[in-house]
T-cell receptor, first 115, second 113 residues
Framework: EPEVTQTPSHQVTQMGQEVILRCVPI?????FYWYRQILGQKVEFLVS????????KSEIFDDQFSVERPDGSNFTLKIRSTKLEDSAMYFC?????????????FGPGTRLTVT | GQQLNQSPQSMFIQEGEDVSMNCTSS?????WLWYKQDPGEGPVLLIA?????ELTSNGRLTAQFGITRKDSFLNISASIPSDVGIYFC?????????????FGTGTRLQVTL
């Protein structure tokens, strides 16, 4: 069964450093998303991406964040200058364009620890 | 922002018992989804609901889309140990295109033998 994959599974970085989180969405999906989950809390939406541009973003997704689809398979989230409060699980999700287009399938997540 | 409140927050049940949990919102959603999350893993989609009043099953799981479109319910029948985890509801507002999910606060389920 196709699934969303994410790398790395765990990233430790120092405050102020740039990080790039990578995702490979399900191959025939065209909508992509990033969410985050601070430890013990609910999952929060960051950004959605379709047709090579951002469709929607939350107030969490400020100028420090960016997304990119650099090739036909990868979808990346970049945090330019990490802060302690960016420590969280980051989940990538994807959904199809027709039929069950409302169903979002999540990857296993990247745990980001900012020290 | 939109808030989805789930209840109960947590529950301990015995294996074989049925479980009910619900999710309520102050605003309307057009799609409701239920996910299960195991520790350190991503949410796994269980059931998707698209119409008010809809009742959908997936094995031992049954979910309903409330007729007011402001709530949803999930039932698990004959619980087993692997049902342990956190169950999240998620609402989606936009019709005709995929859009962001707003997640609920979660219900933690623990099953004892």
């Amino acid at each position: 069964e196709p699934e969303v994959t994410q790398t790395p599974s765990h990233q430790v970085t120092q405050m102020g450093q740039e990080v790039i989180l990578r995702c490979v969405p399900i191959s025939n999906h065209l909508y992509f998303y990033w969410y985050r989950q601070i430890l013990g809390q609910k999952v929060e939406f960051l950004v959605s991406f379709y047709n090579n541009e951002i469709s929607e973003k939350s107030e969490i997704f400020d100028d420090q964040f960016s997304v990119e689809r650099p090739d036909g398979s990868n979808f990346t989230l970049k945090i330019r200058s990490t802060k302690l409060e960016d420590s969280a699980m980051y989940f990538c999700a994807s959904s199809p364009t027709s039929g069950a287009s409302y169903e979002q399938y999540f990857g296993p997540g990247t745990r980001l620890t900012v020290t | 922002g939109q808030q989805l409140n789930q209840s109960p927050q947590s529950m301990f049940i015995q294996e074989g018992e049925d479980v009910s949990m619900n999710c309520t919102s102050s605003s309307i959603f057009n799609t409701w989804l239920w996910y299960k999350q195991d520790p350190g893993e991503g949410p796994v989609l269980l059931i998707a609901l698209y119409k008010a009043g809809e009742l959908t099953s997936n094995g031992r799981l049954t979910a309903q889309f409330g007729i007011t479109r402001k709530d949803s319910f999930l039932n698990i029948s004959a619980s087993i140990p692997s049902d342990v985890g956190i169950y999240f509801c998620a609402g989606q507002r936009r019709i005709g295109t995929a859009s962001k999910l707003t997640f609920g606060t979660g219900t933690r389920l623990q099953v004892t033998l």
